[in-house]
């Protein structure tokens, strides 16, 4: 009798062992592992509020204090001319877009204010521009930009050209004796268009929703990492090796783990700050997106583990996934659209599990997508999962030998 016990006690099963007994047995040893990785979570204060934080707070910030638009930006004229004509032109320029300060004396004024960054914009209208407009002759306002950052001043350009523009049309309508309220025969172009899935162009709902996708990213790979890595620190992995544990029993409930806490996270932020903050909307199954999440933290996940097999602490398991989070963004279109990248940046986006994820994240939460048309998308994020995952799990077996 204690022979078969010893033996069922290594973990070595007879012939004659029914198969439901051995999966009972295996799913008993996932179950108790998976409590235990919970319990050392909870034990870990520090990492606790980290996440909280992370997922609520920064995802707070993220929505409601970054913004992609023009807004309220500096702006200073030099009117030369001082006319009915000028007047309205600068008028144009209204918040929240433009913030008009005052008017400047001299042109080297308007330079000096765009070198000391108390100006964004500086407008300035040439002397007898209302007479050249109502005798029909061409004249020219110049806007200088202050385009350290790129985007804004690309949007205030924007902005200051199609202004301007609608200012000389309407002033060429009326001297032709036309309404431009009511153009009648004039000829001109309509432009009509459609905005879908965010009609208001809300910043708030890309921003909450991009910052929650990374969130998840940062954890999925770190968690498992450092789950694994604190077990060489505190030499705990010698214990676990002399158990009828195989490797797989030992990695697999770290991500379980680690991944039901994810989840718990994702559910905090999707109904605590996006939709109670920002109004984001659920357009598609939210069993569907827990789906995608779930399997795109095991994708992540194997990243992590490899991680863990070159990492001898805690400190190079961070910073070692920092390194991994941050072409992972990049490659992501998160930030830069696909279509704007070079040929082979998007080559190396299909090595990216978050590119997949985004575009089933947005596709569920804001299009209403389901698995019909996202089934690309969860095939490459399926994919990647199973080579990374099965690359973590070599590793670790041939340290593990």
């Given at each position: 009798?204690?022979?078969?016990?010893?033996?069922?006690?290594?973990?070595?099963?007879?012939?004659?062992?029914?198969?439901?007994?051995?999966?009972?047995?295996?799913?008993?040893?996932?179950?108790?592992?998976?409590?235990?990785?919970?319990?050392?979570?909870?034990?870990?204060?520090?990492?606790?509020?980290?996440?909280?934080?992370?997922?609520?707070?920064?995802?707070?910030?993220?929505?409601?204090?970054?913004?992609?638009?023009?807004?309220?930006?500096?702006?200073?004229?030099?009117?030369?001319?001082?006319?009915?004509?000028?007047?309205?032109?600068?008028?144009?320029?209204?918040?929240?877009?433009?913030?008009?300060?005052?008017?400047?004396?001299?042109?080297?004024?308007?330079?000096?204010?765009?070198?000391?960054?108390?100006?964004?914009?500086?407008?300035?209208?040439?002397?007898?521009?209302?007479?050249?407009?109502?005798?029909?002759?061409?004249?020219?306002?110049?806007?200088?930009?202050?385009?350290?950052?790129?985007?804004?001043?690309?949007?205030?350009?924007?902005?200051?050209?199609?202004?301007?523009?609608?200012?000389?049309?309407?002033?060429?309508?009326?001297?032709?004796?036309?309404?431009?309220?009511?153009?009648?025969?004039?000829?001109?172009?309509?432009?009509?268009?459609?905005?879908?899935?965010?009609?208001?162009?809300?910043?708030?709902?890309?921003?909450?929703?991009?910052?929650?996708?990374?969130?998840?990213?940062?954890?999925?790979?770190?968690?498992?990492?450092?789950?694994?890595?604190?077990?060489?620190?505190?030499?705990?992995?010698?214990?676990?090796?002399?158990?009828?544990?195989?490797?797989?029993?030992?990695?697999?409930?770290?991500?379980?783990?680690?991944?039901?806490?994810?989840?718990?996270?994702?559910?905090?932020?999707?109904?605590?700050?996006?939709?109670?903050?920002?109004?984001?909307?659920?357009?598609?199954?939210?069993?569907?997106?827990?789906?995608?999440?779930?399997?795109?933290?095991?994708?992540?996940?194997?990243?992590g583990l490899v991680i863990s097999t070159i990492a001898r602490n805690l400190g190079q398991a961070g910073m070692m996934a920092i390194i991994t989070y941050g072409p992972m963004?990049?490659?992501?279109?998160?930030?830069?659209?696909?279509?704007?990248?070079?040929?082979?940046?998007?080559?190396?986006?299909?090595?990216?599990?978050?590119?997949?994820?985004?575009?089933?994240?947005?596709?569920?939460?804001?299009?209403?997508?389901?698995?019909?048309?996202?089934?690309?998308?969860?095939?490459?994020?399926?994919?990647?999962?199973?080579?990374?995952?099965?690359?973590?799990?070599?590793?670790?077996?041939?340290?593990?030998?």
């Open positions: 009798m204690r022979d078969k016990s010893d033996k069922r006690h290594a973990g070595l099963f007879t012939r004659g062992t029914p198969l439901l007994g051995r999966f009972l047995v295996w799913l008993r040893r996932l179950r108790v592992m998976t409590v235990k990785e919970l319990l050392q979570f909870s034990r870990d204060g520090a990492l606790i509020l980290f996440m909280v934080y992370a997922f609520t707070l920064d995802i707070y910030l993220a929505g409601s204090g970054v913004k992609l638009e023009l807004s309220s930006a500096t702006m200073a004229v030099h009117d030369s001319d001082r006319s009915s004509a000028s007047r309205e032109l600068i008028n144009r320029f209204r918040p929240p877009v433009f913030d008009v300060e005052g008017a400047i004396s001299r042109g080297s004024e308007g330079v000096r204010l765009l070198d000391e960054g108390k100006a964004m914009v500086v407008l300035d209208i040439p002397p007898r521009f209302e007479k050249s407009l109502l005798s029909g002759a061409p004249t020219h306002v110049q806007v200088r930009l202050d385009a350290s950052n790129s985007v804004l001043g690309l949007f205030a350009a924007s902005y200051c050209r199609r202004i301007v523009e609608s200012f000389g049309l309407e002033t060429g309508l009326k001297r032709l004796g036309i309404d431009p309220r009511q153009p009648g025969r004039a000829p001109q172009v309509v432009n009509a268009y459609r905005v879908w899935f965010n009609p208001n162009q809300n910043n708030k709902w890309f921003m909450s929703i991009a910052e929650l996708l990374n969130i998840i990213t940062l954890f999925a790979i770190l968690l498992p990492a450092c789950a694994m890595v604190r077990e060489k620190e505190r030499g705990t992995v010698e214990q676990l090796l002399v158990t009828p544990l195989t490797t797989f029993q030992i990695m697999f409930p770290k991500v379980l783990a680690m991944a039901a806490v994810i989840l718990a996270g994702t559910t905090l932020s999707l109904f605590g700050v996006l939709r109670y903050c920002f109004d984001v909307p659920i357009r598609g199954s939210i069993i569907l997106f827990y789906a995608v999440t779930l399997l795109y933290v095991f994708t992540t996940a194997g990243l963004i990049f490659l992501s279109g998160a930030w830069t659209p696909p279509e704007a990248m070079p040929h082979f940046i998007r080559v190396l986006m299909l090595l990216s599990p978050l590119h997949y994820y985004i575009d089933a994240s947005y596709g569920v939460l804001l299009k209403g997508a389901g698995l019909n048309l996202l089934w690309g998308s969860v095939l490459g994020m399926g994919t990647l999962g199973a080579g990374l995952f099965g690359l973590g799990m070599w590793r670790m077996r041939r340290q593990f030998q």
